[in-house]
């Protein structure tokens, strides 16, 4: 009589297969997870780069339209109110009330004339405002935005440059000329363009409203209490791009570089 003995192998051939397509299937969904992670590190990378991109398109593209309408023709509405008394740099360069410490605000508009000389505020040390507050940008208002597309929007704070030991002595006066003269001297000026993408997030630190703030930040001992301080901790992504430039009557400077394209006369300040 035969004895049929049956082999184990098989089966246990076949739970071997099954660990081995379990480690295979482990391994596929850890591979697939990493990649998901990596695409989406590339992506806040690529979407950071943009943002960054844009907010600095912003902000250079309104130092571009206060140089060109300083440099421009002189007979234009723009260089007017720019030059004018209740201008932003007329008022630091025509009034004499104490506008040293002044900052002149309002926000940029390029879709129709970049400024509005009806639509500015004056930040003064003490914290009043004068022009209400309508020179700040609101994010409420669609006019207020950079594009149609209601995405950036950028603020300028314009400012006399704090006096340095580093200035040269009457550096601010045009050789030759009587220095009583309001058109023979030169004028430094800050100017802070602040863009923001205030869709990421709520403009406001608490009862501040970021908008508000100044951009000067030698006046304040908490950098949060300025513009782009208050923005970053309000988590609203910012760029300042800060500019130092010179106005002065060139018409009357023994040496004349032409900046502009215009047919009037270059830079040219009132007389009194």
Partial sequence: MSHIQQSQYPKSQQGAVLIV???????????????????TTD???STSDQINALLLQSADNANQNIEQSIN????TDIYNDMTSRTGPFGYFMLNKRGSV???????????????????????????????????????TQSADYVSSRNASMTQVSVSLTPPNFSNEAFSSYT???DSGEIASQAFMFDIHSTAVLPAYADATVGSDNCFEQTSRLHTVTDSKKTIGGCMAEAGVPSTVVYEQVNVENQSLRTKCVDFGKGTGKLCTLPSS
């Fill in 21 to 39: 397509v379990l480690l295979f299937l482990v391994l596929i969904i850890m591979a697939g997870s990493i990649a998901v992670r990596q695409s």
């Fill in 175 to 177: 050789i030759g000329q």
């Fill in 101 to 139: 410490d002044h900052e002149y605000v309002f926000c940029f508009r390029p879709r129709g004339r970049f400024f509005d000389i009806n639509k500015a505020s004056i930040l003064t040390p003490s914290g009043t405002v004068f022009g209400a507050n309508s020179g700040y940008c609101n994010p």
């Fill in 43 to 45: 992506l806040k990378l």
């Fill in 72 to 75: 421009g023709n002189s007979n």
